[in-house]
């Protein structure tokens, strides 16, 4: 499984270190909206968006970034392909390359380039068409597209019914399975816990096999490491004491977390993708290379401060609903709650980072907003006086 942790952090890392210098997009849900985005008409380049609900139906010129808990991709995109959500469906065409992670995946479109793809269950139907490689992980993973390249994949259960060119690797924990329309020339390695199954009418070449057995318990010996039980210590001695030294504003963070959410998603979404393109941006200036290193050390902060923060919204939200309280309450028991299932969290393959990355988002972007409230407060003290 721990491919999936690869392509997990690659779709997450390609998708917010890839910055565009060309101008670019961004939409996010106002509070009218509710959390849900669509996106139609023309005109729409290099666009970034993010919300609970997300519906681009347009055509993109350039880039599409997208992340939300639905995401539903209908318009053509001309270049690269970029999301993370709970369900995503793409029914549009793309004109480079796709990378995405999320929970429930299906691709219906053609990519001309390769697919990247991460997720609790994924599915290129046989409408699709994959121009270049294919690299994924996932639980359960049906691949009914022809594939131009070479596909490597770490999962569950992964069925193969579609003309693959290129070589084939796959590691799975259940069983590999192939459909009677495989056509697969070049060679096949397989690592599993048992020999692949071939139905009547695949063709499949000699699949090299090599048999490996279950690794159960995996990730509750990584609990019970020295290492992660330090780690653990660390977080909630820092956790608790930003809620010590900070006890009203990291509230404030929390509360707004609890209070609009999907506007939290959308800005820090749009928050850390803008300020490391705006960081970039400067740095190719002469003259404003020495606020882009203030930015950076000021970026660098707020990331850190956010890992503690997400954990504190985790245990906050958690506590509430076991001692069945009707306020948040933030305290030190928020803090050991929140910091271990936080942790358990990351140990998931792609689900749990995903749910991470979802929270994390939230909570940037709340912490944007009272930061944005604070400046003006200081505005305003500054013109009165």
């Not at 347009?58 to 209908?74: C, E, H």
């Not at 999962?155 to 697969?184: C, H, M």
Request: glycine fraction near 14%; charged fraction near 15%; aromatic fraction near 6%.
């Amino acid at each position: 499984m721990k491919k999936l942790w690869v392509v997990a952090g690659l779709v997450l890392a390609l998708g917010l270190m890839a910055p565009r210098v060309q101008a670019a997009e961004f939409i996010a849900p106002s509070p009218s909206q509710n959390g849900t985005i669509s996106v139609s008409g023309e005109g729409h380049r290099n666009l970034y968006v993010a919300g609970g609900s997300v519906n681009v139906s347009s055509n993109v010129a350039g880039d599409l970034f997208a992340a939300g808990g639905k995401i539903l991709i209908t318009g053509n995109v001309e270049q690269d392909l970029v999301i993370g959500g709970g369900s995503v469906t793409v029914n549009g065409n793309v004109g480079g390359d796709v990378r995405i992670g999320g929970g429930d995946i299906t691709i219906t479109g053609q990519v001309a380039g390769d697919v990247l793809v991460g997720g609790g269950s994924v599915t290129l139907s046989s409408t699709s068409r994959i121009g270049g490689d294919l690299i994924a992980g996932a639980g359960d993973m049906t691949i009914e597209a022809p594939v131009a390249g070479q596909v490597r994949i770490g999962g569950g259960i992964v069925y193969i019914n579609s003309a693959i060119t290129g070589n084939v690797w796959v590691q799975s924990d259940e069983e590999l399975r192939f459909g009677p329309k495989a056509v697969i020339t070049n060679p096949v390695t397989h690592k599993g816990f048992k020999e692949a199954v071939t139905e009547e009418g695949a063709q499949v070449s000699k699949i090299d096999f090599s048999q490996v057995e279950r690794r159960q318990g995996q990730a509750m010996a990584g609990i019970l490491t020295g290492a992660f039980v330090i780690k653990l210590l660390a977080l909630i001695l820092a956790a608790w004491l930003l809620i010590h030294f900070l006890p009203r504003r990291v509230r404030i963070v929390v509360e707004g977390v609890r209070q609009k959410p999907w506007m939290s998603l959308g800005l820090g979404f749009l928050g850390m993708i803008a300020f490391p393109v705006g960081i970039i941006i400067l740095l190719l200036t002469f003259v404003g290379y020495y606020v882009a290193f203030i930015a950076l050390a000021w970026f660098i902060l707020a990331m850190l401060v956010t890992c503690l923060l997400s954990a504190i919204v985790v245990g906050a939200f958690v506590e509430k609903l076991l001692m069945k309280r009707s306020e948040l309450k933030i305290d030190w028991q928020a803090v050991v709650i929140g910091v271990v299932i936080s942790a358990v969290l990351c140990l998931i393959p792609v689900i749990g980072g995903l749910i991470m990355m979802v929270i994390a988002f939230m909570t940037f972007g709340s912490l944007l907003r009272m930061a944005g409230h604070q400046i003006n407060l200081e505005r305003q003290a500054d013109s009165q006086s």
